[in-house]
């Protein structure tokens, strides 16, 4: 089944480490985006990429980085910057599209990461 | 930038009761979807409406979309347990990225 993998679905990082959370679409999709959720924020965007070796910030991208080396995959890394890192990450791809040619998104699981 | 709000934030109702959410945008918007996330899980994907004034139908759940293409909502006729989870409305900013309303969550008592 064609779909969006996420892993892994906890993590636990230690203050001052870097984490990178893996993100893999078998959909054929150009687009990838990463959200992050926290309680009664609804979500909020971070980085997405439409294309293969291509990246756009979003509105909360600061101590985020992200790379897009394979169709496939669009992993994000929590680097030490980001200072309240805690909080529910999900990924998501679509087919490319404008106007009323967009499609809707698909999500993964989601990773709940916290940090100790 | 555009921001896409959604009232009511929270809603209980007993089973069999109606229940309805709104969304409103500071901008016209080309589209608007709908996503449902149950507790714990992740968002799914509901419907997509495009032109002004739009109505469409899911079994108990009728969307709709504003004659001015800045408002949109949806209502869920004589709700029922499985109804239960958090409903976002959502905008495409710039024909790229979609912009999430924060969501309505929805605790439906049998």
């Known amino acids: 089944d064609g779909g969006i993998t996420q892993s892994p679905k906890y993590l636990f990082r230690k203050e001052g480490q870097n984490v990178t959370l893996s993100c893999e679409q078998n959909?054929?999709?150009?687009?990838m985006y990463w959200y992050r959720q926290d309680p009664g924020q609804g979500l909020r965007l971070i980085y997405y990429s439409q294309i293969v070796n291509d990246f756009q910030k979003g509105d909360i991208a600061e101590g985020y980085s992200v790379s897009r080396e394979k169709k496939e995959s669009f992993p994000l890394t929590v680097t030490s910057a980001q200072k309240n890192p805690t909080a529910f990450y999900l990924c998501?791809?679509?087919?490319?599209?404008?106007?009323?040619?967009?499609?809707?998104?698909?999500f993964g699981s989601g990773t709940r990461l916290t940090v100790v | 930038g555009q921001q896409v709000m959604q009232i009511p934030q929270y809603q209980h109702v007993q089973e069999g009761e109606d229940f309805t959410t709104y969304c409103n945008s500071s901008?016209?918007?080309?589209?608007i979807q709908w996503y449902k996330q149950r507790p714990g899980g992740h968002p799914v994907f509901l419907i997509q409406?495009?032109?002004?004034?739009e109505v469409k139908k899911q079994k108990r759940l009728t969307f709709q979309f504003g004659e001015a293409k800045k408002n949109s909502s949806l209502h869920i006729t004589a709700t029922q347990t499985t109804d239960v989870g958090t409903y976002f409305c959502a905008g495409y900013r710039g024909y790229s990225t979609l912009t999430f309303g924060k969501g309505t969550m929805l605790l439906v008592s049998p």
């Open positions: 901008t016209t918007l080309s589209n």
């Open positions: 998501a791809s679509s087919s490319s599209g404008t106007g009323a040619n967009n499609y809707g998104y698909t």
């Open positions: 959909l054929n999709h150009d687009a």
């Open positions: 409406l495009v032109k002004s004034g």
